[in-house]
């Protein structure tokens, strides 16, 4: 059977493109097609909106805020479009974007246009026809470890982007800016997370350095080559890209990383294939970057912790967009649930001291 890459859906209702203004802007600044534009979405990301564009025998992918969004430092299009112009130069994952647009009279808020690399996305159900040996799939955990230390490795000063952020202080000032959010985006029905907060906070290690990180390095932004399923072909989603500590970016992979040995319901929350037979397990992910990066990973549970925290705040954030009525996405409805269950694991490994 043929893998199954992945596939475009029908727009959803509410997120619908004014499809006459975009094709005008694409004629004036990509040049003529004697084709129509045609528009499809891709259904599975929770935070930007990703679209697939037709332009004749050409496709792109588009990227916009969520509609109602509320956090505009989350969804700055035209950060996100300066980063990979100058990143896809240096590392060759990185998609290559194409044009930004800030003209909200096109489709209501800014947006870009990037090239479209087609491959295989892995999520928490495998794509139909996708068979692994227990030996693939440790390789591919490998292959996304190494892929994160070589971004980790970029000169950043060569590559233009010694101002993409202020490396000095950033583990404290992330600890404080995720517990910010977490408060402007708190609900009624929203868990505790006063402790894991606080434990955070008087937990703090030193800045390890810095280097471009990612900010939410999981399988399901990363795109592998279905001819060869252990070799990252791509990353996605650099919304959260910036220049900080890349323990930090260790720790937000730890923070999706499922493993079966984890209590049932953190299993059940997973979004990523890591509990497979030959997955790394999450202490072994550590070794690994430790080895492949030369770096020493001296708080792993502080990591880890951080991790798990952030994930729930991404969660919450979404949800509340839901309870308050910016989306009509009917996914993000229980997503509460989730909230609670990374607590949960959280507050076990302030517990514990173990990942």
Known sequence: MQIELDQTAPIRPGEELNASRLEAYLREHLGESIEPLTIEQFPHGHSNLTYMLRWGPAQFVLRRPPFGNQVQTAHDMSREFRVLSKLWTVFPAAPRPYLFCDDDSVLGAPFYVMERR??????????????????????MNESLIKTMTQLHAVDYLSAGLAELGKPDGYVARQVAGWTNRYKNAQTNDAPGLEPVMQWLADHLPSDSGAAVI???????????????????????????????????????????????SDPEPLQCAAVGPTMLPGSLSRRALVDSYEQLSSREVSSPAFYYCFGLFKVAVIIQQIYARFVRGKTRDTRFAHMNEVVTVMTRQAERVISTGEI
Do not use: C
């Open 214 to 260: 990612h900010n939410d390095f999981k399988f399901d932004n990363l795109v592998l080559d279905p001819e060869d399923v252990t070799r990252v072909t791509t990353v996605l989603d650099w919304e959260m890209a910036t220049l900080g500590d890349p323990l930090m970016d260790l720790g937000t992979t730890l923070g999706y990383w499922v493993e079966p």
């Open 118 to 139: 087609r491959g295989l996305i892995l999520r928490k159900q495998l794509p139909r026809g996708l068979q692994l040996t227990s030996n693939t799939t440790r390789q």
